[in-house]
């Protein structure tokens, strides 16, 4: 009986087919994945917002501080964070991190690398998501002068154009100040942010602008506490400094200057409460 092999050449078509094939899916293949990651973290980001309302239900209409020292089980001094207030009302702290960025922001080691008096209460250790510092009110007082005072929901003039979380960054060996908490787009030059209605959506960066528009929630040339507003670049109340290009990695995040205003002040603002003069973590003496 005679057989017939492939030649070299109909060996060599078929693997350039299953090359060219392979390199057309595998993008779609990845391009799904981020999808259905980012489809997760629009479902945490929904949980943590349902967990804020509860939060202010349970203490007078009041939102949660993003930070402030109080004491852990032993009675020593610890930094409280808002996720360890929302921990009790979520019970699975793995919600806190966005599956596209695993295993996240240490925030232990953030805090002690911030030169904070206190470490980190311990509730959790890693998370993936920011938050609003104008909207979450801190109290670092007495050990340092300085506070926001805290958020009434009655105060929140449009709880769908205010920015409750974000997908964020953290910049390691530096301060805890809003200026280095920065919008972080993982998701398909995107990131999702959850609003204090509850609702939770995806935004490409440069639609950023568009959350609280400016000719109905025009960035005040005052802050609340009487000094001159801080951010607000290009008269936007959130935004992203669009002439800096995106930055989507960890290292390009880091390399961001530190500086609180001007022309090289924060690479993207997510923080502040439109409607109202406080357009970051408004600090005022104990």
């Not at 596209?100 to 008096?117: E, M």
């Not at 979380?165 to 999702?192: I, M, S, T």
Request: hydrophobic share 40%; aromatic share 12%.
């Amino acid at each position: 009986m005679n057989r017939k092999g492939f030649t070299l050449i109909e060996l060599l078509v078929v693997i350039a087919i299953i090359a060219i094939l392979a390199a057309i899916l595998f993008p779609v293949f990845a391009q799904a994945r981020e999808s259905a990651r980012q489809t997760q973290c629009t479902n945490n980001q929904k949980q943590i917002a349902t967990s804020v309302l509860m939060y202010v239900q349970d203490y007078e209409e009041t939102f949660p501080m993003s930070a402030y020292f109080g004491r852990n089980n032993a009675g020593q001094l610890a930094l409280v964070s808002i996720y360890d207030a929302l921990a009790p009302y979520i019970k699975n702290v793995d919600i806190f991190v966005c599956p596209s960025y695993r295993p996240g922001i240490d925030w232990p080691q953030r805090v002690q690398a911030a030169g904070s008096p206190a470490p980190a209460l311990g509730t959790f250790r890693y998370v993936g998501y920011i938050p609003n510092l104008g909207l979450f009110a801190e109290n670092f007082c007495p050990v340092v002068n300085k506070r926001t005072q805290v958020t009434k929901i009655a105060a929140v003039e449009a709880p769908v154009n205010t920015i409750m979380l974000f997908d964020g960054y953290l910049k390691n060996q530096a301060a805890l100040e809003y200026f280095n908490f920065l919008g972080y787009a993982r998701h398909k030059e995107g990131l999702v942010i959850n609003f204090a209605d509850g609702h939770a959506k995806w935004y490409r960066w440069n639609g950023v602008k568009n959350i609280a528009p400016r000719e109905q929630f025009p960035t005040p040339a005052t802050a609340y506490n009487g000094q001159t507003t801080r951010v607000g670049a290009n008269n936007f109340y959130y935004n992203w400094r669009e002439t800096d290009g995106l930055i989507a990695t960890e290292a390009g995040l880091q390399a961001v200057p530190s500086t609180a205003s001007g022309p090289n002040g924060p690479y993207n603002d997510l923080h502040g409460v439109p409607g109202t003069g406080v357009t970051d973590s408004e600090d005022i003496g104990c």
